[in-house]
Structure formats: C-alpha cells, structure tokens
C-alpha cells in the first residue's frame, strides 16, 4: 500500500506495478483513465450446438447511460482442432447511440478473420479453421450505451461440441472518454 498526496492511497502488485478495479453501481469511472482487467481462468466454450455464441465470463466492464467508452479485448485461444473455426464479438446494454468495433482473429499463420460492427454479436458466423497454438482474437472500438449495464466480450465455436478455450491472461483494457 502507498500514500501519494495528489492520488492518495494505491495497492501495489508484487512486480511493482498500480493495482486496477473496476468501479460498479453509481461510481463513475475517472475521464482518461485507464482501466484494466485479466482473466483469471479458461473460458470454454464446447456447446452442443455449432456457433452458439457465450460470454467470456470475467472480461467485461460496467457502462453509464450517455457516457463514451473506448475498449479492447487482447484474448489469446485454442480449438479443439486446427479444423474448427470460432467467432469473437461482444454483447451490452440494448440500443446504444454509438457502436463501432473491429473484432480480428487468427484463421491460419498468415491470415486473420476482420469484422466491423455496429451491432452485437457480429459476425453471425464463425470462420473455418485456428491454428493448434498461437491463436488471438482482439476487438476494439468505441461505444456510448443508452441504458447502464456492462460491455462484455462473446465467443463461439464453429463445430458441435468441439471447444473454443478462451485463455487465462486474456485483458480487457477500457476508459471513458466523454
């Protein structure tokens, strides 16, 4: 723990570094700060049906109704195959009046799969193939909700019961910029 007369108090990481949290309920997050999360565990997603899309649970943020946020999910996967494909979005609080985002993801060592949206869970299919290690989806954009709630980051799997893991380290990087 550190004191610093213009900040106050602050945690500190063992490697030195400012410890993050989110801040939820009626607490704003500050203008221009920046906010970090990382997931603490796998994420799979193996449902029985082909490209259902889930939550990655724990990379998310909570939004204000009427207040602009720029964000980007960095999450590194792996298939169940080299043959099965996958999807990345995000979902959030329903009609917001700004929505613009680039989801990008590894489809074989020299090609990628890139989106632009402007409404949830886009793409609505997954591509066809990953490579067996060395997978990362990112999405970035910008986003003003209309309603609060939380932005949170979406998968899928292109084949039945063949997992999509989204893995422990994946971060979530986000401020408010209005």
Do not use: H
């Not at 993801?105 to 949830?120: D, E, I, K, P, R």
């Not at 067996?132 to 970035?140: C, D, E, H, Q, R």
């Amino acid at each position: 723990l550190q004191y610093n007369d213009k900040s106050g108090f602050t945690s500190i990481t063992i490697a030195g570094a400012i410890k993050q949290s989110q801040m939820l309920g009626s607490n704003n997050v500050a203008i221009n700060s920046l906010n970090v999360t990382v997931l603490s565990g796998d994420i799979v997603n193996n449902n029985a049906v082909a490209n259902t899309i889930a939550d990655v649970t724990g990379l998310s943020f909570a939004v204000t109704a009427g207040q602009t946020y720029w964000f980007e999910f960095v999450i590194p996967y792996t298939p169940a195959a080299t043959t099965t494909g996958s999807r990345w979005s995000i979902n959030g609080p329903g009609s917001p009046t700004l929505l613009a985002y680039r989801s990008e993801y590894t489809l074989t060592a020299t090609t990628t799969t890139v989106n632009s949206a402007n409404t949830y869970d886009t793409p609505a299919a997954s591509n066809a193939s990953s490579l067996s290690a060395g997978n990362v989806a990112t999405i970035w954009g910008l986003i003003t909700p209309s309603s609060n709630g939380s932005v949170i980051a979406r998968f899928a799997s292109e084949i039945s019961s063949s997992a999509i893991v989204a893995k422990a380290g994946a971060t979530l990087r986000w401020m408010r910029i209005i």
